[in-house]
């Protein structure tokens, strides 16, 4: 009997392996890729978080904006101040501003001390009179040392203070401690946990002298470095102080 076309044969009826090639793979969900303008949102934060935290515990930059220092830093120097000198410092007495940073804080308090400020070394601190305001000026005296100036010579404990490598007494006149205190002062002996400051323009300088004292959680760090000057005056080719870049803060 010959075969019926249409039946189908053993070949025909037996199971056909699966072809790889044409075998399609069911569908994995994709991801929602992220848009560009929040990838970029999410950088500027970051970005902004991470200056803000550097600048809080690590390390500051300032404008000196005044003469009291001249001649260790002069109108324009840029400079750097190490939040860790002394140690890892914890913020306190903060408000919130409609600025940035967003959070000004008027208080620090050592979580891990380094060490304590010492006599000789330049620190930014909120001046007393005004905490919105920053001031930089050299330690004189610290906790428990007596301070004392006769005739422009500054005294402490007894001792001159050999300052002459680093100041600058531009006034040859001696003016009576009873009508201003600039060239003769005291004595007076430093609280506990409070530094006596002078601006090494000794003439020309508005310091402890005037207002009292620093109170070591109100110092902001210490300075460490010029990082750009910029006087402004004379040819525009002497308008940058290139000899100043880099220079260690003494």
Known sequence: MSADPDMPTREDM??????????TAPAVAQPARKSVFREYAEAIVVAMLL??????FVVQAFK???????????????????????????????????????????ASHALIEFGKPQRGDIIVFRFPEDEEKDFIK??????????????????????????????????????????????????????????????????QSLDSRFWGYVREEKIRGKAFRIYWSWSGQGQWKEWVRWERFGKAIQ
């Open 14 to 23: 037996a199971p056909r392996p699966h072809d790889a090639a044409t075998e």
């Open 51 to 56: 200056a803000f935290a550097i600048r809080v």
């Open 64 to 106: 000196i904006p005044s003469g009291s220092m001249i001649p260790t830093l002069l109108i324009g120097d840029h400079i750097l101040v190490s939040k860790l000198s002394y140690g890892i410092q914890w913020p306190s007495d903060c408000k919130f501003q409609m600025t940035f940073p967003p959070v000004n804080c008027y």
């Open 138 to 203: 050299r330690i004189v005296g610290g906790p428990g040392d007596t301070v004392q100036i006769k005739n422009k010579v500054v005294l402490v404990n007894g001792t001159p203070l050999d300052d002459k490598a680093f100041t600058q007494r531009i006034d040859p006149g001696i003016i009576d401690g009873t009508i201003n205190p600039r060239d003769n002062f005291g004595p007076v002996t430093v609280p506990e946990g409070s530094y006596f400051v002078m601006g090494d323009n000794r003439d």
